[in-house]
């Protein structure tokens, strides 16, 4: 009745959602609108499945690739950067310098939820390191991460356009 002639069911991770699918999704939208397209939030385990059983058209996640059955392209890369506290010890190392993996070990984490492919990673990277992650607090958000950040209840690591557009709205290094 609308006039929609076809519907394209997208699923994607939270970092892809935030950082660049919002535009993509735009600019896709004007130059075919009469396709109707729905979007919904899941880890990348999660679309993995969804798309290899037929729940969704396509998916966007961060590898690994856990379902034999998809074809994948390479959509996007993206950089992750380190987010403190303004008063914290790694500010001003966090502002003019790469901090090294190892050396945030030491250090609290507010992180995403469990079985996001970010908080997968970061305890990948831990356990390579020998080190266990002291995860204080996970969330669904980058948003509510931010503000735990800014609160002094640990450092974070997200999608450098993410914290970019959040450090304008909290005190956030």
């Known amino acids: ?18 950082e660049c699918l919002p535009p993509d999704l735009a600019a ?13 939030d899941q880890t990348s385990a999660e679309l993995q499945r969804s798309v290899a059983e037929g729940r969704a058209d396509v998916g966007i996640f961060v590898p690994p690739l856990l379902e034999s059955r998809l074809q ?10 380190l987010i403190t506290p303004q008063d914290h010890a790694l500010a001003d190392r966090a502002a003019g310098s790469p901090v090294r993996f190892a050396d945030l070990l030491d250090f609290d984490f507010v992180g995403q939820h469990t079985g996001a492919a970010l908080q997968q990673m970061l305890l990948a990277h831990a356990t390579e ?14 948003d509510a991460i931010a503000q735990l950040v800014e609160a002094g209840l640990g450092v974070a690591l997200m999608p450098s356009a993410v914290a970019e557009r959040l450090a304008r709205l909290f005190r956030l290094t």
């Open 1 to 18: 009745s609308r006039g929609i002639r076809g519907h394209l069911r997208i699923v994607a991770n939270a970092s892809a959602i935030a």
């Open 28 to 40: 896709f939208s004007r130059a075919h609108p009469d396709i109707r397209i729905t979007l919904e």
């Open 72 to 81: 994948t392209w390479h959509y996007r890369e993206g950089t992750l950067v």
């Open 129 to 142: 390191q020998g080190r266990p992650l002291r995860m204080r607090m996970q969330v669904r958000g980058f």
